[in-house]
């Protein structure tokens, strides 16, 4: 069974910085884009920042500048540095990640259990 086990949200002052984590739990034939998404109390869930497996990024407006996405493909963990935090930067973070699990199966889409984010003085 995948999973993708989330870690690295809390509380944060204004201004301050977080880094999440996720971790695939273990080896797949391949992962491909990897990415997080976010979603505020009575918004939809909207993207972050994803990057492919060669290490190609994009970035939601809001975020470019402050917000960094990285991959460790040995490790299969994702990261997103985040700086300068606002409070509209406040809501669950959600990893999501595009796994092929063996040659000859297509590729799924799976999430993480989501870890929240608050930024408050």
């Known amino acids: 069974q995948v999973q993708l086990v989330e870690s690295g949200g809390g509380l944060v002052q204004p201004g301050g910085s977080l880094r999440l984590s996720c971790a695939a739990s273990?080896?797949?034939?391949?992962?491909?884009?990897m990415g997080w998404y976010r979603q505020a109390p009575g918004k939809e869930r909207e993207l972050v920042a994803t990057i492919t497996s060669g290490g190609s990024t994009n970035y939601a407006d809001p975020v470019k500048g402050r917000f960094t996405i990285s991959r460790d493909n040995a490790k299969n963990t994702v990261y997103l540095q985040m700086n300068s935090l606002k409070p509209e930067d406040t809501a669950v973070y959600y990893c999501n990640a595009f796994i092929k699990r063996a040659w000859g199966v297509p590729e799924s889409a799976y999430w993480g259990q989501g870890t929240q984010v608050t930024v408050s003085p």
């Open positions: 273990r080896r797949f034939f391949s992962i491909n884009e």
